[in-house]
């Protein structure tokens, strides 16, 4: 491509004549920017599949360990009194093993131990069912607009996960806006080599691309490598567990999509989501 930066290897030979003496050089120059690409992408992805391996073993360890805590706050509970005074520390129990037990549901996610009921679907449908949850999400400080392509391709994926996906994207998108802004949501379809799909894609074919923008603060570029590890967050203590993107990452590493992100300090940041298409019709309900 014009104008985009290549990576070269050098590589100098000496030429000498009977006595040994350099009378000149042989120069080979070798373009080695896919193959510095490809191997980047392949060792972050086995980063995030070794991460992923150690937060799926704790992911489960933990969800044991909560069922057990709301089994018994729910026992707790139906043996106390209406008016009784203790019945409001156990509904907080309760309520907060509720919330651990959502972190471990975005663990696991990640971990690609969670179930997914891949289908033929139209993406279009499910981005239009998802919008006016969304709107309600961002608040009335933000503004959302959603153009999607009319002649979009059926893909095979989990509607609830894709939902679930665009549900965790839009909530980094309204932190990273919190003096308003706008957040716009398009569909398009793509046919993409594998050179220029983000990891952990399934290969080069025919995706439909959804694209979530945002005129949020921006992601300084090197972060790219990080945001998608589970944990990691730029926000405040407190006001992020650093799950979301990493539970979209595995919804979409389970499913044969991917997710990649382009951004610019202090202007935005868009994240393409890649949906495998699929040939086949979606079944009847």
């Given at each position: 491509?014009?104008?985009?930066?290549?990576?070269?290897?050098?590589?100098?030979?000496?030429?000498?004549?009977?006595?040994g003496?350099?009378i000149?050089?042989?120069?080979?120059?070798?373009?080695?920017?896919?193959?510095?690409?490809?191997?980047q992408?392949?060792?972050q992805?086995?980063?995030?599949e070794?991460v992923?391996?150690?937060?799926?073993?704790?992911?489960?360890?933990?969800?044991?360990?909560i069922?057990g805590?709301?089994a018994?706050?729910?026992?707790?509970?139906?043996?106390?009194?209406?008016?009784?005074?203790?019945?409001?520390?156990?509904?907080?129990?309760t309520?907060?093993?509720g919330?651990?037990?959502?972190l471990?549901?975005?663990?696991?996610a990640?971990?690609?131990?969670?179930?997914?009921?891949?289908?033929?679907i139209?993406?279009?449908?499910?981005?239009?069912?998802?919008e006016?949850?969304?709107?309600r999400l961002?608040?009335k400080?933000l503004?959302l607009?959603?153009?999607?392509?009319?002649?979009?391709?059926h893909v095979?994926?989990?509607?609830a996960?894709?939902?679930?996906?665009?549900?965790?994207?839009?909530?980094n998108a309204?932190?990273?806006?919190?003096?308003?802004?706008?957040?716009?949501?398009?569909?398009?379809?793509v046919?993409m080599?594998a050179?220029d799909?983000?990891?952990?894609?399934s290969?080069?074919?025919?995706?439909?691309r959804?694209?979530?923008?945002?005129?949020?603060?921006?992601?300084?570029?090197?972060?790219?490598d990080?945001?998608f590890?589970?944990?990691f967050?730029?926000?405040?203590?407190g006001?992020?567990t650093?799950?979301?993107?990493?539970?979209?990452?595995?919804?979409l590493?389970q499913?044969?999509?991917?997710v990649?992100?382009?951004?610019v300090?202090?202007?935005?940041?868009?994240?393409?989501?890649?949906?495998?298409?699929?040939?086949?019709?979606?079944?009847?309900?």
């Amino acid at each position: 491509m014009i104008g985009s930066p290549r990576e070269l290897l050098v590589e100098l030979s000496p030429i000498r004549d009977d006595a040994g003496r350099g009378i000149g050089a042989v120069q080979i120059v070798r373009d080695v920017t896919d193959e510095r690409r490809r191997q980047q992408a392949e060792a972050q992805a086995s980063r995030y599949e070794s991460v992923g391996q150690l937060a799926g073993g704790i992911a489960h360890d933990f969800n044991n360990l909560i069922t057990g805590i709301l089994a018994y706050s729910s026992l707790i509970e139906e043996s106390l009194e209406a008016g009784d005074a203790r019945r409001h520390d156990v509904v907080e129990i309760t309520r907060a093993a509720g919330r651990a037990a959502e972190l471990t549901s975005q663990l696991l996610a990640y971990a690609r131990r969670q179930e997914v009921a891949l289908r033929v679907i139209e993406p279009n449908a499910v981005l239009r069912g998802a919008e006016q949850l969304l709107r309600r999400l961002l608040g009335k400080e933000l503004e959302l607009s959603v153009d999607l392509a009319p002649d979009a391709w059926h893909v095979r994926f989990d509607p609830a996960q894709l939902e679930r996906v665009l549900v965790n994207l839009a909530i980094n998108a309204r932190d990273a806006m919190p003096n308003g802004g706008r957040l716009h949501i398009s569909s398009a379809n793509v046919t993409m080599p594998a050179a220029d799909l983000p990891q952990p894609a399934s290969g080069a074919g025919d995706y439909v691309r959804v694209d979530v923008s945002d005129t949020g603060h921006g992601i300084a570029p090197e972060l790219f490598d990080h945001i998608f590890e589970p944990f990691f967050t730029t926000k405040d203590v407190g006001k992020g567990t650093g799950l979301g993107l990493a539970s979209a990452f595995g919804i979409l590493q389970q499913s044969g999509g991917a997710v990649g992100v382009e951004s610019v300090v202090g202007t935005g940041t868009t994240f393409r989501i890649y949906l495998p298409r699929a040939r086949e019709q979606p079944a009847a309900l």
